[in-house]
């Protein structure tokens, strides 16, 4: 049976950091896109940050504007985890942070149930 079971999120004030952990089991995923996607209160489920193989086994990364240069995603295959280090924070990355598994982004065979993420003072 497949799982991806994330950690790490919590209470955190602005300006501070969180790093989220999402560790797979029941296969691996070393030619799998993995990313994180977030929900806020009221709003639909939306990218964040993604990490897929493109030339043998170098990993790239894509985030979202709203995040980019603040949030970092790295993935250790040997593990397989795929973490996302947050920073900077704002009210507004308040949201349910999911860890996302399959061939692309867009087609995710696999979701976590999600950890809470909220920053507030």
């Known amino acids: 049976q497949v799982q991806l079971v994330e950690s790490g999120g919590g209470l955190v004030q602005p300006g501070g950091s969180l790093r989220l952990s999402c560790v797979a089991s029941?296969?691996?995923?070393?030619?799998?896109?993995m990313a994180w996607f977030r929900q806020g209160p009221g709003q639909e489920r939306e990218f964040v940050a993604g990490t897929k193989w493109k030339v043998g086994l170098t990993y790239f990364a894509d985030y979202a504007g709203s995040v980019k240069g603040r949030f970092t995603i790295f993935r250790d295959n040997a593990k397989n985890t795929v973490n996302l280090d947050m920073n900077s924070l704002k009210p507004e990355d308040t949201a349910v942070y999911y860890c996302?598994?399959?061939?692309?982004?867009?087609?995710?065979?696999?979701w976590g149930r999600g950890t809470q993420v909220t920053v507030s003072s």
């Open positions: 996302a598994a399959g061939p692309t982004y867009t087609n995710v065979d696999f």
């Open positions: 029941g296969r691996t995923f070393t030619q799998s896109a």
